[in-house]
């Protein structure tokens, strides 16, 4: 199982890598597994702002549907269109070109609250 440790986890299984006042989100390795073959990712609109929680994306397998919850609050700045294209992207790079959303942060300890790898990894576990 692959769990980077430069990210931070939320428990709904969202990573979030922070790049200054933006927050770049996808769904873990774990997550991606246990959907199976992602065949559709529905995006937010950019200009949406999200609290903590809130379904911000939705990720569709051959198994399940599953809403991607933001993991921190902000307002979507970018959107990852190639896995819009591309849904595999979410299987075979869910840390690299399978990311999905970017949030700018509205408060930057809403990232030091979540999981760092080893929480999630014990998680998981």
Do not use: C
């Amino acid at each position: 199982m692959n769990v980077p440790q430069n990210l931070r986890y939320n428990t709904s299984h969202e990573w979030v890598l922070l790049e200054g006042d933006v927050a770049t989100i996808g769904i873990s390795d774990h997550a991606q597994e246990e959907l199976t073959d992602v065949v559709f990712v529905e995006l937010p609109p950019v200009g949406k702002t999200v609290d903590v929680g809130d379904p911000t994306a939705v990720v569709e397998s051959v198994k399940a549907a599953s809403d991607i919850y933001a993991p921190i609050s902000g307002e979507v700045v970018e959107v990852n269109n190639e896995v819009e294209a591309n849904p595999a992207l979410v299987n075979t790079d869910p840390y690299g070109k399978g990311w999905i959303f970017k949030l700018k942060v509205k408060n930057a300890a809403q990232v030091e609250a979540l999981l760092d790898a080893a929480g999630y990894e014990a998680l998981i576990g």
